[in-house]
């Protein structure tokens, strides 16, 4: 064999040598890729156990009215249900937060509330009215709906009504274990998102904010009408407080059983991780009746996380519960 021949025998050689290296490497990628592991949920990087579906069930509207009120206190102190947040511009807030002092292991957050939505029975700004003009209707309440609010208020008069109510609480002498939306208003647009996320995390009061790395989450709220752009996806990738995998409420019924039914059936549902789930306890009474068309519906929600029936199904479906004390407890370790 002459020189220049050898030459090239040892140049083919080695790319032969070398594509199959590329080949076997390729092979281990993609076998290293077939068995990484999935990203753990929040529930798991909390130390839940893997594949657990952990719940929140979460009453809110507390302090809105005395009913809801009457109706919250048995069911958080027989640990029926986990969690409740107050509504600070309501009648009766300023009981239930004398009520969560005196009861310091509940856990007991504000439902920031920016939209006063009953016909006759409503409430103004927690702020002074000159403070923040944008986000009052012209008989001086918050607006209606979340859709008004979007239109009329600015991202600075919902942030300092948004301040003005935590700021009322703790000058009450209660500092709240987390905080969450009326009606999403919070959400409703992606200037309030940033608003949200800004205060909670000054003050390390952990807001309900969902993980949006499953695209299915993300089109769930898209679907129901939230406007998740870009902006808000980073927002809440940079969100430095522990988050929910899922939120979600307690569905309607025709009758208590029929509602019983709807309930077990968004249980069966949920995939594993932590979701926070709301419903609106109150009592019966005429005012109850007055105030809201729902209360049929806030009536049953009062009774059925004491029903041996759920309670039985809950242990038959190995629910593990917790709140937001819990979660924040986990999150420091």
């Known amino acids: 064999m002459n020189k220049h021949s050898f030459v090239f025998s040892f140049i083919i050689f080695n790319i032969l040598i070398l594509s199959l290296t590329g080949c076997e490497t390729k092979k281990e990628n993609e076998k290293v890729a077939m068995n990484k592991p999935e990203p753990k949920n929040w529930a798991e990087r909390l130390g839940y156990p893997a594949g657990k579906k952990v719940i929140i069930l979460h009453a809110d509207d507390i302090g809105m009215c005395e009913e809801a009120n009457i109706a919250v206190k048995p069911q958080l102190l027989n640990h029926h249900i986990q969690s409740a947040a ?18 310091p292991a509940m856990d007991i957050g504000l439902h920031i509330t920016h939209t006063s939505e009953w016909k006759k029975y409503r409430w103004g700004t927690v702020a002074k009215a000159s403070e923040v003009p944008s986000m009052l209707d012209s008989q001086g309440k918050m607006w209606h709906e979340v859709p008004d609010v979007v239109k009329n208020a600015s991202p600075e008069d919902v942030e300092k009504e948004l301040r003005a ?69 980073k927002l809440v990738e940079n969100y430095s407080l522990p988050k929910l995998d899922n939120f979600t409420s307690v569905p309607k019924g025709d009758t208590y059983e029929e509602k019983l039914v709807n309930f077990k059936e968004l249980i069966k549902s949920l995939k594993p991780g932590i979701t926070e789930i709301i419903f609106h306890p109150s009592v019966e009474t005429d005012n ?27 242990e038959e479906e190995g629910i593990i519960f917790t709140n937001w004390k819990e979660i924040m407890k986990r999150f420091k370790k």
């Open 86 to 103: 107050i509504m600070i511009p309501c009648p009766n807030a300023k009981d239930f937060v004398e009520w969560a002092k005196e009861n």
């Open 165 to 233: 109510q935590i700021e009322q609480s703790i000058a009450w002498g209660y500092k709240p274990d987390h905080i969450d939306t009326h009606m999403g208003t919070l959400y409703g647009h992606p200037n309030y998102v940033k608003v949200f996320y800004k205060v909670a995390q000054e003050y390390g009061i952990p807001a309900n904010v969902i993980d949006f790395s499953d695209p299915a989450v993300v089109n769930k709220f898209r679907e129901i009408g939230y406007p998740i752009d870009d902006n808000v996806l």
């Open 288 to 314: 109850l009746k007055s105030i809201t068309g729902s209360w049929q519906q806030r009536v049953w929600e009062a009774k059925m996380f004491s029903d041996p029936n759920l309670i039985k199904f809950f």
